[in-house]
């Protein structure tokens, strides 16, 4: 198998975009034991209710903790949703209450995206996280 012999190479495997497209729920039973992680997203549930969007990372966050695979949440577009699930234990997030995407053209040289990522590493060790451009964990 393909997956296996990347991670005898010592890839780490991650499945992105689980319980959407190509990346199902069936994709992560067959090839729990290859991944280290996966990512799902909550942009699909963006006209559910909070509750909803809950439930969803919870039954992701159940089945990666039973498989043992770190599960990071796309689509955190608010702090309340953010809070809540870190308090779930959701502890990797990504979206843009995190951090809005913007060219690397605009990085580079220059001055206010620099600040702009100091301000947002400020805000994720504020809430004792660690800050990556886009992704916060403990």
Known sequence: RLLARAQNL??????????????????VIDNSTYLSRIKFSLLLFQRRDQQSKLLFARAWQELAASRNLDLVVEGIEDQLLAETLLKQGCHYQQGFYWQRPFPLK?????????????????????????????????
């Open 10 to 27: 010592g890839f780490a495997i991650s499945l992105d975009d689980v319980g959407s497209g190509y990346n199902s729920l069936q994709a």
């Open 106 to 138: 605009k990085l580079c040289g220059c001055q206010n995206a620099i600040h702009k990522l100091r301000r947002e590493e400020n805000r994720c060790a504020k809430q004792k996280l660690v800050y990556l451009p886009g992704l916060c964990w403990p």
